[in-house]
């Protein structure tokens, strides 16, 4: 089946402006995760869903930064104001979700390569 | 607080050469272990993971890697690399009793030489 979609694959913005990004995860995976890939800041966890709901959206490194999940599936993160220090790649990653038992793997997408001017 | 450390940013070896890939985490709870690799401009692939029972975990690609709670390490290797395996590698944590957000280190970028 089809794997973790991201779009768009590349976005080049003004900074100031409001981005969209957007993940598709794999059918019937009730987890999402986002996280940030930077040259400064390695790998960082952004923000977790379970469903539609967040439980934790610790890793928001700013108000600026928000993101919400629709049907339990598609997920958009959003970007306002955008600042040079925002160009990274945002990954989406999905899985199942267990109680017990250990983790379920995370599939991850592509990755949408943001860039602030 | 838990984390994740790489030791160095950089490995080469020669193709048919041993690789070994350093992981070190610091916890106060049972971890599960990850090691990931990210080939040029792609995601993240699951290359093996470690939750419990067997320390030595066996992955894709015939890479390997054993957890040892001891060392609090949890060492990527594989006996012979091939050309192919040239990319960067991302050792992982996460902690159980709840979901799977990973913490992950800063990243060994592996290169492999004729």
């Known amino acids: 089946g089809a794997g973790v979609s991201q779009s768009p694959s590349n976005k080049v913005t003004e900074k100031g402006k409001d981005v969209e990004l957007r993940c598709d995860p794999i059918s019937g995976h009730t987890a999402l995760y986002w996280y940030r890939q930077s040259l400064g800041q390695g790998l960082e966890f952004l923000i977790y869903?379970?469903?539609?709901?967040?439980?934790?959206k610790s890793g928001l490194p700013s108000d600026r930064f928000s993101a919400e999940r629709t049907g339990g599936s598609v997920s958009t993160l959003t970007i306002q104001r955008t600042q040079q220090e925002d160009s990274a790649v945002y990954l989406c990653?999905?899985?199942?979700?267990?109680?017990?038992?250990?983790?379920?793997?995370?599939?991850f997408g592509p990755g949408t390569r943001l860039t602030v001017l | 607080a838990q984390s994740v450390t790489q030791l160095g940013s950089h490995v080469s070896v020669s193709e048919g050469a041993l690789v070994l890939l350093r992981c070190n985490y610091s916890?106060?709870?049972?971890?599960?272990l990850f090691w990931y690799v990210q080939y040029p401009n792609q995601g993240l692939q699951l290359l093996l993971k470690y939750t419990t029972g067997a320390t030595l975990v066996k992955g894709i690609n015939g890479f390997e890697a054993e957890f040892k709670k001891s060392e609090t390490s949890f060492h990527l290797t594989k006996p012979s690399a091939h050309m192919s395996d040239a990319a960067e590698y991302f050792c992982a944590v996460s902690f159980s009793g709840g979901y799977n957000k990973l913490i992950f280190g800063a990243g060994t970028r592996l290169a492999v030489h004729p």
């Open positions: 916890s106060s709870v049972p971890p599960y």
């Open positions: 869903f379970q469903g539609n709901s967040a439980p934790d």
């Open positions: 990653a999905s899985s199942l979700w267990r109680l017990a038992g250990g983790p379920d793997t995370q599939y």
